[in-house]
């Protein structure tokens, strides 16, 4: 007589994304963009010290870590940080996790032109999960989900990272090539959109998987 136990094996969870953390001290892995004409950039910088171009004071992360992802500028500008993740079929659950700031020193929210700075008063930050086609400032039926989009309080500037966590399984669960992507518009004043630790996690389903092999006879 053969008796086999089948037992379930749950797959390592898969990071989908690459220098999350910004820890190369570049943006290896993402791709950066910005308006044309726009007076200033997306930077690489250290938590807790003075922004590259306005010089505001940012806050410290507690995560730790040595780089980030900052906006600045000397004028209006519009700013877009985008990385693809794939994520393979039948993922039981993916996971978005990322630590961000939103200083407007131009009051706000303002929700003009999209994130096109050139027209009328706009002053926002936004993110959001794209197909995998979509272009820079991109805002039509490619923007999948919306997760963020505003300022953080203008009274609090420098305000602190804030943890966000987001179940994206019943966007992107079935499998395909996404994008993540963080931008800010600003033509008020000054805005610091500051980006950090971020991470997607898929899970596999558990799959089958014989544990143990028995053979008895008689």
């Given at each position: 007589v053969a008796v086999m136990a089948?037992?379930?094996?749950?797959?390592?969870?898969?990071?989908?994304?690459?220098?999350?953390?910004f820890e190369t001290g570049s943006y290896t892995g993402w791709t950066t963009t910005s308006q044309a004409g726009s007076s200033g950039n997306l930077f690489i910088d250290t938590p807790g010290t003075s922004t590259p171009t306005s010089v505001f004071s940012t806050?410290?992360?507690?995560?730790?870590?040595?780089?980030?992802?900052?906006?600045?500028?000397?004028?209006?500008?519009?700013?877009?940080?985008?990385?693809?993740?794939?994520?393979?079929?039948?993922?039981?659950?993916?996971?978005?996790?990322f630590q961000m700031?939103?200083?407007?020193?131009?009051?706000g929210p303002i929700f003009g032109d999209g994130l096109d700075y050139t027209g009328v008063a706009n002053?926002?930050?936004?993110?959001?999960?794209?197909?995998?086609?979509?272009?820079?400032?991109?805002l039509g039926a490619a923007v999948l989900q919306n997760?963020?989009?505003?300022?953080?309080?203008?009274?609090?500037?420098?305000?602190?990272?804030?943890?966000?966590?987001?179940?994206?399984?019943?966007?992107?669960?079935?499998?395909?090539?996404?994008?993540?992507?963080?931008?800010?518009?600003?033509?008020?004043?000054?805005f610091n959109q500051g980006v950090d630790n971020v991470s997607i996690v898929a899970n596999a389903n558990?799959?089958?998987?014989?544990t143990t092999l028995a053979l008895a006879g008689l």
């Open positions: 089948f037992g379930t094996a749950q797959a390592a969870p898969v990071q989908l994304l690459i220098n999350g953390g806050a410290t992360n507690g995560v730790g870590g040595a780089f980030y992802s900052v906006t600045d500028q000397t004028g209006g500008g519009a700013y877009s940080l985008r990385q693809s993740f794939t994520v393979a079929p039948g993922a039981s659950s993916v996971i978005l996790t700031y939103a200083n407007s020193y131009g009051g002053q926002h930050a936004r993110v959001d999960i794209l197909t995998a086609g979509a272009s820079a400032f991109d997760l963020y989009l505003g300022i953080d309080p203008t009274a609090s500037n420098p305000n602190p990272y804030t943890d966000y966590s987001f179940d994206i399984t019943s966007l992107v669960g079935g499998g395909g090539t996404f994008q993540i992507r963080f931008a800010e518009v600003d033509n008020q004043l000054y558990a799959v089958p998987e014989p």
